[in-house]
């Protein structure tokens, strides 16, 4: 199984990998494969010095506000290395903006356990962003575990969305 | 016979309607999906009724007759197949029932009283020997007489299977419906065991879970998003009073209470990482059960007090350890699957019900504690929540079934399920409550 969906993701990655965010959209995702992936799509960034606020900017690394991740896992995968980046360095040199990282699992098994893995998750993304300069003061946590899902439905479309991190501020 | 057997293996629906004076109380269905072919054969006769003039306000009989249905341990004869419907002793033929090979039979009276009170008379009677097996006399009310006819199916499950019968109990459960303008209403949720008499303890816009019943049946703890965290609450039944006990940064969740009542284990991860604490309810001191970097959550009590079951994924997955209630060095329980969660003890601690999860499919298993013996009870997909009865006959848990997720309940040797679905709207995570000793 896990050899499988590495080898769907090494798959979907090539395959998707240059397409449209629109094109994706049509794709029904297979397992491993996160329909989310769509909202990673992130242009270079030229806006510095426009005076729009980068939160505001759809073409800043910080529009991506969703972190995906594999079943029962909280390992913050290198496509959104990116991402964490831009919101740890937003952080650093705005010290008085506060974030919320809100974690969330699949439906998938015992509630309580998801749970505990929406925390590690937004543990996991609280962690490596205070690593890379934010202040951990300024990172709020909360765990939804499968209470909340983003997407209805019992298929690897639905539950590859829901696995997910939340960037809130 | 025949006909009996017939009548077990056929997909049977019961439309429940609830009468309860709640807002949005909704119709639940039971329908028994898969019976066993050598349930007891037991013939409960309509009850005779003391006002001609009047219809009885409940069918006393009908309510036996489904409690022991749905246990799977007996067959109850079709009214149409009665050679006769005696509603005392002295008019029972029994050469007609013995012809049928009917070996049991229960034949009743309901009689209302001057005052408007109720009484139930009820004679359980050996066919063979043309004997009383049992029989009672028992004064009820009118909102009492569904509770005396499960009490009825009690004491007839007791005599004649040898342990007492789980059906004048009650569930917890946590309903979700999806209002209109796409919010959610949760509500926290008992109702008797056949899912009558519905009545709401709480309703909420954000999450509730993981109900917990104290083991005098009076209180219930659960978890409430409604501070925009998970939080630890107790609440009396009767009262509606509730307290709030654990409100720590990070996870506050999974209670269980210890079997004398005095303390709640749960999984806080104030310190880091979700361990397992005791607390003791009196003083509110807390006791750290476990300290391992891994997820240890979902603690459940053993029934002699001494153990703790939880789930950790220290070995990598998820799965089941035990360790003594006071502390201690926490042994591995689970073995087969890659994925093994919420443990609940039966009431006789020598087995462990668990979600048991390989690929997309988790399902309820069992584990002989003794002999390490694992066994999956469902064939559903995405089952959840095992709580036993507590005679330790049934297991009720909650399916995804083609209506969302509902309720379910299997015998602890798989070879009855039932489903328990609200109509329009999800229903999940059901506790099922202790006995309520009178």
């Known amino acids: 199984m896990n050899v499988r969906s590495t080898l769907i993701i090494i798959f979907a990655a090539i395959l998707f990998g240059c397409t449209s965010t629109e094109e994706k959209k049509e794709v029904a995702v297979e397992e491993g494969a996160p329909a989310g992936e769509k909202t990673q799509a992130y242009g270079a960034g030229e806006d510095t010095g426009t005076g729009i606020n980068p939160l505001d900017d759809p073409n800043s690394p910080l529009s991506v506000r969703i972190i995906y991740f594999e079943y029962d896992s909280s390992e913050i995968r290198p496509q959104y290395r990116k991402t964490v980046e831009a919101h740890a360095a937003y952080l650093a040199s705005n010290p008085n903006v506060i974030v919320t990282l809100e974690g969330h699992a699949d439906e998938r098994g015992s509630r309580e356990y998801n749970l505990a893995l929406g925390e590690r998750r937004s543990l996991s993304v609280k962690n ?32 590859s969305q829901n696995r997910r991190v939340e960037i809130l501020y | 016979m025949n006909s009996i057997i017939k009548f077990i293996n056929q997909r049977i629906l019961f439309i429940l309607l609830f009468l309860a004076p709640i807002a949005h109380s909704a119709d639940l269905e ?20 003391s006002q001609a003039s009047a219809l009885p306000p409940i069918d006393v009989s009908a309510i036996i007759s489904d409690d022991l249905a749905r246990s799977a341990r007996f067959a109850p004869m079709e009214e149409q197949d009665m050679p006769q419907r005696p509603d005392d002793f002295a008019q029972i033929n029994f050469k ?18 001057e005052t408007g009170e109720y009484i139930v008379d009820f004679r359980l009677l050996d ?24 009490e009825i199916a009690d004491i007839i499950y007791e005599k004649l299977i040898g342990v007492r019968g789980a059906f004048a109990t009650r569930i917890a459960y946590i309903t979700v419906i999806k209002n209109r303008d796409g919010t959610k209403k949760y509500t926290l949720q008992i109702a008797d065991a056949d899912g009558f008499n519905p009545q ?14 104290s083991p005098d049946g009076k209180k219930i703890a659960y978890v409430s998003f409604e501070s925009k965290n998970s939080m630890v609450y107790v609440q009396d039944i009767l009262t509606g009073k509730r ?23 749960m999984t806080l991860s104030k310190d880091g990482n979700p361990e397992i604490y005791v607390m003791n309810l009196s003083s509110k001191s807390l006791q750290r059960i476990t300290t391992n970097s891994a997820i240890d959550t979902e603690p459940a009590w053993s029934h002699n007090g ?43 601690d020598k087995y462990i019900a668990v979600v048991n999860g390989e690929s997309n499919t988790y399902r309820i298993g069992v584990l002989d504690r ?69």
Not at chain 2, 96 to 113: A, H, P, R, S, Y
Not at chain 2, 331 to 339: A, D, E, H, S, W
Request: proline share 8%.
């Open chain 1, 128 to 159: 490596q962003m205070a690593l890379l300069g934010a202040s951990a003061g300024q990172i709020r946590t909360v765990s939804y575990g499968e209470e909340r899902p983003a997407a209805a439905g019992s298929d690897e479309s639905a539950w």
């Open chain 2, 30 to 49: 039971i329908i028994i999906d898969k019976g066993i072919e050598n349930a007891l054969p037991i013939a409960i006769v309509p009850f005779g009724w």
């Open chain 2, 96 to 113: 007609d029932w013995q012809k049928l090979g009917m070996e049991n039979l229960v034949i009743g009276q309901l009689n209302q009283t």
């Open chain 2, 127 to 150: 066919v063979y020997k043309g004997k009383q097996i049992v029989g009672f006399s028992i004064p009820s009310g009118k909102d009492r007489l569904r509770h005396t006819a499960h």
């Open chain 2, 200 to 213: 709401v303890l709480l309703q909420s816009s954000e999450p509730l879970l993981s109900p917990s019943w």
């Open chain 2, 243 to 265: 307290e709030r006990i654990a409100s720590n940064p990070g996870i506050n969740s999974a209670p269980a209470w210890s079997p004398d009542g005095s303390r709640l284990a």
């Open chain 2, 306 to 348: 001494s153990m703790l079951a939880f789930t950790s994924d220290r070995g990598g997955g998820p799965q089941i350890y035990e360790v003594p209630a006071s502390g201690g060095e926490p042994k591995r329980l689970t073995f087969v699957g890659p994925y093994n969660a919420r443990p609940r003890y039966s009431p006789d």
């Open chain 2, 370 to 438: 003794k002999s390490g013996q694992f066994d999956i009870l469902t064939e559903t997909r995405l089952d959840e929540s095992p709580s036993f009865s507590p005679n330790g006959h049934m297991i009720i848990y909650t399916t995804t079934g083609f209506r969302g997720t509902e309720l379910a309940a299997t015998s602890t040797d798989g070879t009855v399920h039932q489903r328990l679905a609200l109509e329009g709207g999800e229903v999940r995570e059901p506790a099922w409550g202790p006995f309520m000793n009178q």
